[in-house]
């Protein structure tokens, strides 16, 4: 089997943690490992599975590949979607890449956590199996309660191996809908995951949607290799309808089969989601950072910088950030989403970006803002080396703090240690780099007349962003 991770999704509803540059599945939400990584690396003990297949924003490559890099993944391939298009059409570039229409593509959103993984395992073989069979194969949550935020898998009367052939996929119900799904035994809650064979998804979406397969087609044949990603042609992929897995594939297709699997999954699609897969103290209370409570229950506490303290409240979720600060009733986290339509309605840079940004070379923390200045704490990864570029309306002082900055300035070459500075004027065409073994720490002072990041005219760049 192939397993194809899916990255597309920009979890606005775990805001102010998750933004659009940033989003749940690359943050660490669990435990130590990301999202993504944990849904690698949870595969391990699986037999026979080939490298990995990992599609995602164009925006995220970089995030994607470092942190396949930290625990040891060598994808076969990273997709890079220049638009997102839903999951029907990020499941046929991964189906088209593989290396046979005969490999078992096990699909898996990037942003889900299991927590019985043997069960998980036993799940996944029986998948194997129907879809060797030429089924495509869809895992059903064995639903705990009458859930109105996830699709349902009507299971029909007709058994197959481990599972069933599905009579129905519905949409999200009304809680006594779901209630009545729940009593019947028959529904099962709608995954996202699946099992088949590349041809055989590629045969149905022929079958159904040929215009999408076909356009996937062409934006992969003119696909670039640019470093270890595949860039689909952003001109051709823009015209492929957008569509989901479901919509697009099982909901017509007769080879649809279902495998219940329950083994503590959760989709984590907002944050009492996430409070119900975390650790809580006896007063259950999800508490992460520095924080301090008193007479508190029930709540998801969360602190990536300051003291939080809270007093006398239950059933809330308080998360704190850099710049952001939400404090939201465990029962209304749904409606996370509507400030961050509202942050975008207002182009505020909340929406889709942290204080701290990364980048390929490392990340920066914007310390201070103000009308012509902004003060940034800059950290290069050992041997990188951000572009070769200029600025029309901003200078630039640089100060090290730690480390050895080789910095090229209109052509000239200066070696800054700890403790000396550099000034870059405006228009002055300049490169900086870490010829170093440590990380280089730096302290950046811009002043100008505008300071947007987009003021950046690149000559030369190691990354493919000219």
């Known amino acids: 089997?192939?397993?194809?991770?899916?990255?597309?999704?920009s979890g606005t509803r775990l805001w102010p943690l998750s933004r659009g540059q940033y989003p749940k599945q690359f943050l660490p939400l669990v435990s130590g490992k990301t999202m993504i990584q944990e849904t690698l690396l949870r595969l391990g003990g699986v037999f026979g599975l080939q490298p990995p297949i990992a599609v995602c924003n164009e925006d995220h490559r970089f995030m994607m590949a470092e942190q396949l890099w930290e625990i040891g993944c060598k994808p076969a391939a990273i997709i890079l979607e220049p638009v997102g298009k839903n999951t029907a059409p990020a499941v046929a570039m991964a189906a088209l890449s593989a290396s046979s229409p005969d490999d078992v593509l096990l699909i898996l959103p990037a942003d889900h956590v299991i927590a019985d993984i043997a069960t998980f395992h036993q799940a996944i073989a029986k998948a194997e199996k129907l879809a060797k069979q030429d089924l495509l194969v869809t895992f059903g949550i064995v639903a705990s309660a009458p859930e109105t935020g996830y699709g349902y898998i009507k299971a029909g009367a007709e058994a197959v191996a481990d599972g069933f052939k599905v009579a129905a996929f519905v949409e999200k119900p009304d809680e006594a809908t779901a209630q009545t799904y729940l009593d019947s035994g028959d529904y099962f809650w709608n995954s996202g995951m699946f099992a088949f064979k590349a041809g055989v998804f590629l045969h149905e979406l022929e079958k159904f949607n040929p215009q999408m397969l076909s356009v996937c087609r062409e934006a992969l044949a003119a696909a670039k290799t640019d470093l270890d990603f595949t860039r689909l042609d952003k001109d051709i992929f823009s015209t492929c309808p957008a569509d989901s897995i479901d919509y697009a594939v099982m909901e017509k297709t007769d080879k649809a089969a279902v495998i219940p699997m329950d083994a503590g999954w959760n989709?984590?699609?907002?944050?009492?989601?996430?409070?119900?897969?975390?650790?809580?103290d006896p007063s259950g209370n999800a508490i992460k950072g520095d924080v301090l409570s008193i007479d508190t229950t029930n709540s998801y506490i969360h602190s990536s910088n300051k003291l939080v303290a809270v007093i006398g409240v239950q059933d809330l979720v308080v998360v704190e950030t850099d710049d952001a600060v939400m404090v939201a009733s465990k029962d209304r986290v749904q409606d996370v989403k509507a400030i961050v339509d509202q942050l975008k309605a207002l182009k505020r840079d909340e929406a889709q970006v942290h204080r701290k940004v990364y980048r390929p070379w490392g990340h920066y923390d914007l310390v201070d803002a103000g009308d012509r200045h902004h003060t940034k704490r800059i950290v290069v990864k050992p041997g990188a080396k951000l572009s070769v570029q200029k600025h029309h309306h901003r200078a630039e002082h640089w100060v090290v703090v730690k480390g050895t900055a080789w910095v090229t300035?209109?052509?000239?070459?200066?070696?800054?240690?700890?403790?000396?500075?550099?000034?870059?004027?405006v228009g002055v065409v300049h490169s900086l780099e870490n010829p170093g073994v440590i990380p280089l720490e730096m302290v950046e002072i811009q002043s100008g007349s505008y300071?947007?990041?987009?003021?950046?005219?690149?000559?030369q760049d190691n990354y493919g962003r000219i």
């Open 267 to 280: 989709d984590v699609g907002s944050w009492s989601a996430l409070w119900d897969v975390t650790g809580k």
């Open 409 to 425: 300035k209109d052509g000239q070459e200066v070696l800054v240690t700890e403790n000396e500075s550099i000034y870059i004027p």
């Open 1 to 9: 089997m192939i397993p194809v991770v899916l990255s597309g999704g």
């Open 451 to 459: 300071l947007g990041e987009d003021d950046i005219v690149r000559f």
